[in-house]
């Protein structure tokens, strides 16, 4: 369980930096995993039952957030979405695995569909980073594709 809360506050630290330092395509996806962590710890309350069968609650969580994940994706003027995107996607494809075959082990299943969320809190940051060194170089930064520079 402590790894659980140790998630909680680095996703917490990168959705706050997110916030604050990000253009639109990182406080989005900021705000988005933020809320997905906090619903999905709404959902989980049967702990020693987790993941014996499958999550449903969860999956709902995961699927709304693959939606948004590939609506900011195909809006960005960045490329760190698609790579968030597609970590997420195999993370949510866990969820398929259990329906598919029921006897997917129980470990299997929680580690598959958990362990892709460290790579993309360490992506938030990192496309944060380089969004803020872009402001500080070029005092603007593009937010979406097909946007005029003159607008800010």
Avoid at 21 to 50: H, K, M, N
């Amino acid at each position: 369980m402590d790894r659980v809360w140790v998630f909680y506050a680095i996703q917490l630290t990168a959705s706050g930096y997110a916030l604050f330092r990000g253009g639109a395509p990182e406080r989005l996806t900021g705000l988005a995993l933020l809320l997905a962590a906090l619903s999905t710890s709404v959902i989980q309350r049967d702990i020693p039952v987790l993941f014996a069968g499958m999550e449903v609650g969860v999956m709902v969580v995961d699927l709304i957030l693959l939606v948004v994940m590939i609506m900011i994706t195909l809006h960005a003027d960045r490329f760190w979405p698609a790579w968030v995107t597609a970590l997420h996607a195999l993370g949510t494809g866990a969820h398929l695995a259990k329906a598919v075959s029921p006897d997917v082990i129980r470990l299997v299943y929680a580690v598959l569909s958990a362990v892709w969320s460290y790579p993309i809190v360490l992506l938030l940051v990192i496309g944060t980073v380089r969004h803020s060194r872009r402001i500080q170089a070029q005092g603007w930064d593009l937010d979406w594709s097909r946007q005029d520079r003159t607008i800010r």
